[in-house]
């Protein structure tokens, strides 16, 4: 069978991931993919988990109790950058959208995310993955969608490969996976 959106994202980071590593959650949320990184990097490992909603923050440090491996950040993903302290990064993970059984006025914004792909991309060693899932059945979710896939279709062959894995004959908008991997240098 093939996986569904959710499981196949967290596969895209089990396949690299690896205890130490330096990985990113971009959109906290209630902590789901927090603890999944933190359980993958190990207590030696390094979680950068953001979110703008104190909320989401609080709901994620209650689930990923007593981890010690996690920096929660109360702070826009697009200024990721000024929490990495010259730390390589191995994945970066992204859920966009808002907060699941939040505030549905407060989304992540296409503007932030391309910054905060573009410097995450920057920060990540060869073979590093950023893996976004994408739902665009609300409005800023589909300007987010439609910005997103303009911008990475420019992005150079040679730096990166980009795959969009989708189910094409779901209704309502079915949310969809990008990923970027960063390509080894030769």
Not at 11 to 27: C, K, M, W, Y
């Amino acid at each position: 069978m093939l996986a569904r959106v959710l499981p196949y994202a967290k596969n895209l980071a089990q396949e690299i991931v690896r205890p130490g590593d330096t990985v990113v959650d971009a959109t906290c949320g209630n902590g789901h993919d927090t603890k999944f990184l933190s359980e993958l990097t190990g207590p030696d490992g390094h979680v950068l988990s953001f979110d703008i909603q104190s909320e989401a923050i609080e709901n994620a440090r209650e689930l990923c109790s007593p981890a010690v491996n996690i920096e929660f950040i109360l702070d826009s993903h697009a200024n990721v950058d000024d929490y990495l302290s010259g730390r390589p990064v191995k994945a970066g993970m992204f859920n966009l959208g808002y907060l699941p059984k939040g505030d549905k006025t407060i989304t992540t914004e296409y503007r932030s995310t391309i910054r905060a792909i573009e410097k995450l991309f920057r920060s990540m060693v060869p073979g590093g993955r950023i893996i976004i899932v994408v739902y665009h059945g609300h409005p800023e979710g589909k300007l987010e969608k439609e910005a997103l896939t303009s911008a990475l279709a420019e992005w150079p062959q040679k730096e990166s490969q980009i795959l969009e894995y989708r189910f094409i004959n779901q209704k309502n908008d079915a949310p969809y996976i990008l990923c970027i991997e960063k390509n080894s240098k030769k």
